[in-house]
Antibody, heavy 120, light 106 residues
Framework: DVQLVESGGGLVQPGGSLRLSCAAS????????MNWVRQAPGKGLEWVSS????????HYADSVKGRFTISRDNSKNTLYLQMNSLRAEDTAIYYC?????????????WGQGTLVTVSS | DIQMTQSPSSLSASVGDRVTIACQAS??????LNWYQQKPGKAPKLLIY???NLETGVPSRFSGSGSGTDFTFTISSLQPEDIATYYC????????FGGGTKVEIK
């Protein structure tokens, strides 16, 4: 069975940094794109970033470009999101989501999410 | 960037009712559209992919249609377990979600 387990969330001050991880199992990790999607409290879903299956091609929402970095370690079946210069508006549950394809398209499995709170 | 506009933002219907949600793209996205269900406190779940294809294991009362800029999601007979927020998502150019439609029981 496909499993995605996020970790690394927590409380951080504005301007601070945090690294999220997503441990994947149950599928050939390197064959699929992986994505981060966030949801602010009481709000809708917002795509954050994607990374292509087998190489380092990455994509970002304008709201996080230049501050967040997505990466993957295919040898460890793990997805990462390095978040720098955090702002209050980055407060959200961050979901890791597997794509059905090698490029970003259809999110067929989701983790349970990890909460990031940016506050002083 | 492609914008996705969902309507209504919320609706209330009776058990057994037919429920329809609209999703409009700001430009032609062919059939590059998915629908997700999110129950309170849970992660989203894929229901419909490529505008009209039912994901494996999803009840047949759920369906999707449309192409180009206008799409529709339908629950043919609303059940109590369908209480959730539903989102459309395009993937013609990266990913964009609609604002969501919260479905409640009347």
């Amino acid at each position: 069975d496909v499993q995605l387990v996020e970790s690394g969330g927590g409380l951080v001050q504005p301007g601070g940094s945090l690294r999220l991880s997503c441990a994947a199992s149950g599928f050939t990790f390197s064959s699929f794109a992986m994505n981060w999607v966030r949801q602010a409290p009481g709000k809708g879903l917002e795509w954050v970033s994607s990374i292509i299956g087998s190489d380092d091609d990455t994509h970002y929402a304008d709201s996080v470009k230049g501050r967040f970095t997505i990466s993957r370690d295919n040898s460890k079946n793990t997805l990462y999101l390095q978040m720098n210069s955090l702002r209050a508006e980055d407060t959200a549950i961050y979901y890791c989501a597997k794509d059905r394809w090698v490029v970003p398209a259809t999110l067929d499995y989701w983790g349970q999410g990890t909460l990031v709170t940016v506050s002083s | 960037d492609i914008q996705m506009t969902q309507s209504p933002s919320s609706l209330s219907a009776s058990v057994g009712d037919r429920v329809t949600i609209a999703c409009q793209a700001s430009q032609d996205i062919s059939n590059f559209l998915n629908w997700y269900q999110q129950k309170p406190g849970k992660a989203p779940k894929l229901l419909i992919y490529d505008a009209s294809n039912l994901e494996t294991g999803v009840p047949s009362r759920f369906s999707g249609s449309g192409s180009g800029t206008d799409f529709t999601f339908t629950i043919s007979s609303l059940q109590p377990e369908d209480i959730a927020t539903y989102y459309c998502q395009q993937y013609d150019n990266l990913l964009t979600f609609g604002g969501g439609t919260k479905v409640e029981i009347k």
